[in-house]
């Protein structure tokens, strides 16, 4: 029975510190991309692979379609477009939504004014 009060009493102090068991005990999850917010939104236009990859759910393969994907159409005019890469679905594209921009290139390197 004290076993029990104890280990009642261990989650409710994990709990009050924000800290899940599985971290308590030193098993640490996969660890998590870097969101593209803290950064700001990625231009689909401009992106490297590898900030293309801080992407949710995009990967070195998506990443590199994305690119393949831009470069032969001229880059992208609308963020929609996405949807148009294979592996890209409408579902995937709501994701990523609030984390991607559309603008060219030169709109980027004009000098502010």
Same mark, same amino acid.
């Not at 409710?12 to 599985?22: E, N, T």
């Not at 005019?77 to 579902?91: P, T």
């Not at 994701?95 to 060219?104: A, D, F």
């Given at each position: ?13 994990? /709990? ?5 068991? !599985? ?7 996969? =660890?998590?991309?870097? *969101? $593209?917010? &803290?950064? /700001?939104?990625v231009?689909?236009?401009? !992106? ?7 992407? =949710?759910g995009?990967? *070195? $393969?998506? &990443? ?8 032969k ?24 939504k609030?984390?991607?921009?559309v603008?060219s ?9």
């Amino acid at each position: 029975m004290n076993r029990m009060w104890i280990a009642l009493g261990a989650f409710v102090i994990i /709990g009050m510190l924000g800290v899940s068991p !599985a971290a308590a005990q030193g098993k640490a999850g996969k =660890p998590a991309k870097q *969101a $593209a917010t &803290a950064a /700001g939104p990625v231009n689909l236009n401009t !992106a490297s692979q590898a900030q293309l990859e801080t992407l =949710p759910g995009i990967g *070195a $393969a998506a &990443a590199k379609r994305i690119i393949e994907y831009r470069d032969k159409n001229g880059g992208f005019k609308k963020a929609e477009e996405l949807m148009n890469v294979k592996g890209i679905g409408e579902k995937s594209f709501l994701k990523l939504k609030p984390l991607i921009v559309v603008s060219s290139p030169a709109a980027e390197k004009a000098p502010a004014r």
